[in-house]
Every structure is written in structure tokens, then in C-alpha cells.
């Protein structure tokens, strides 16, 4: 996972954040990376702009995305942060897979008579 989470990073960037736009549309909202030896953080400059997908504003006079760089501790604590919650969404994904299937093995005994 952290291999992956890296490449991430080095690569397109790691996406932090999403907002889904008002036709459903996930649009990356926070994104850290690490290009040329500096840890990047960018983020939604215009919640209405149209080449992001969220409005109708062209950003004529403004960016419709913002970077700026930050420290390694933190990037470090962001990457901490990430990680648990997957983590953390991972567990209950499988808890409710178990609920699931012990929900399925009722039925199933249900159907039988074998309750």
C-alpha cells in the first residue's frame, strides 16, 4: 500500500479529497505530490470554475486551481492521515461484509427450516 500510495504521490499525485459535482461528477479537490524535490499541495482555487467542471466561470482573472508548497512533516501527517482512514474504511468494509454474510446463511437456514 505505501509502494502504491508513493507513486501516487511522485506521479499524477496522491488525491486527498474529492467533491462530487451538482451531475454527480467526482472532481479531485485536494491533491498532494512531490515534483522537483518539494512537497505540493493543490486545491480548488474556483468552486466555479468550468474547466474543473463545477460552474460556468472561465477564470479569466484567477486560477481555477492553487498550489502551494509545504513542509515534510506536513506532507508526512497528511500521509498519516490518509493511510488510517483507509485503514479505518477498510475494517468496516469487511465487518460489514461479515453482517452480510451471516444475514445470507439466515436466509439460507430460514429457507431450509432448518431454524
Not at 511522485?10 to 505530490?33: A, C, D, F, M, N
Not at 509545504?70 to 501527517?77: G, Q
Not at 477498510?90 to 439460507?108: S, T
Request: charged share 30%; glycine share 10%.
Amino acid at each position: 500500500m505505501l509502494k502504491k500510495l508513493l507513486e501516487e504521490v511522485r506521479g499524477p499525485g496522491l488525491v486527498l479529497k474529492y467533491h462530487v459535482t451538482g451531475s454527480g461528477e467526482r472532481v479531485p479537490s485536494r491533491i498532494l505530490s512531490f515534483r522537483d524535490g518539494r512537497w505540493v499541495i493543490g486545491e480548488i482555487g474556483c468552486w466555479s470554475s468550468r474547466w474543473l467542471g463545477l460552474g460556468s466561470c472561465n477564470c479569466f482573472s484567477h486560477e481555477p486551481w492553487i498550489e502551494s508548497g509545504i513542509t515534510r512533516s506536513e506532507a508526512l501527517s497528511l500521509l498519516r492521515e490518509y493511510i488510517a482512514k483507509k485503514v479505518e474504511d477498510e475494517k468496516a468494509r469487511e465487518e460489514e461484509q461479515r453482517f452480510f454474510d451471516l444475514l445470507v446463511r439466515l436466509a439460507d437456514l430460514l429457507a431450509t427450516g432448518s431454524l
